[in-house]
């Protein structure tokens, strides 16, 4: 199946400090990448749909400046949580569907960020 | 209500036991109908998608679709303690943006 990759897969960062989180699809192109949160033995949470070449759209209750989302090519997604405190350490994972079949998403394999 | 619900378990069975995960959903417009298999720390991984009422085997996963009874299931034959995760459903629309929706998700614990 098709990979999709995330960089970096933790951080540990201190609070009021940005982090970028990347997510790359290796061997196939995606207009449309999604940014989940999950929390220790909770599911999936959609955060955002990420659409290269225009903005990105937010679930209700995701704020949009503060999870700064850049799609920048047909391969490469990012999110860049703003000024980040203790309660933004979770699991964050990206997904990508190859080739608008959205029933075959494939996921990263997360990124855990702890904020100190 | 939840548009999806899953019992988070956890769910323990012996080796080679056969494994019933289930999750029943509200919202008829879900069409596709997925089963992730998601390892502590890791993403999500894909296992089965079915798109139609009925069965669909693969392997030693079968994946069940009732759509009037809002249901679907997934059955793990000779269940290996590899097989120890935790297993999400998830659905998706065709209206909507086509979003994921996902199940709590069941931990599997398979003891050798």
């Known amino acids: 199946g098709a990979v999709v990759s995330q960089h970096p897969s933790w951080v540990i960062c201190k609070s009021g400090t940005s982090v970028k989180i990347e997510c790359r699809s290796l061997?196939?192109?995606?207009?449309?990448m999604f940014w989940y949160r999950q929390f220790p033995k909770q599911s999936l949470m959609l955060m955002a749909t990420?659409?290269?070449?225009?903005?990105?759209?937010?679930e209700q209750g995701v704020e949009k400046d503060k999870f700064l989302i850049n799609h920048a090519s047909l391969t490469l997604s990012t999110l860049t949580v703003t000024s980040a405190h203790p309660e933004d350490s979770s699991f964050y994972i990206c997904?990508?569907?190859?080739?608008?079949?959205?029933?075959?998403?494939?996921f990263g394999p997360g990124t855990r960020l702890t904020v100190l | 209500q939840k548009e999806v619900e899953q019992d988070p378990g956890p769910l323990s069975v012996p080796e080679g036991a056969i494994v019933s995960l289930n999750c029943t959903y509200s919202?008829?417009?879900?069409?596709?109908f997925m089963w992730y298999r998601q390892y502590s720390r890791k993403g999500p991984e894909l296992l089965m998608y079915?798109?139609?009422?009925g069965n669909k085997e693969d392997g030693r996963f079968t994946a069940q679709v009732d759509k009037s009874s809002k249901y679907i299931s997934l059955f793990i034959r000779d269940s290996q303690p590899s097989d120890s995760a935790t297993y999400l459903c998830a659905m998706v629309s065709l209206t909507g943006g086509f979003k994921t929706i996902f199940g709590a998700g069941t931990r599997l614990f398979v003891k050798a």
């Open positions: 919202n008829s417009a879900f069409q596709y």
């Open positions: 061997d196939f192109q995606a207009t449309t």
């Open positions: 997904s990508a569907p190859q080739a608008g079949v959205y029933n075959e998403q494939f």
């Open positions: 079915t798109y139609s009422s």
């Open positions: 990420s659409n290269e070449g225009s903005k990105a759209t937010y």
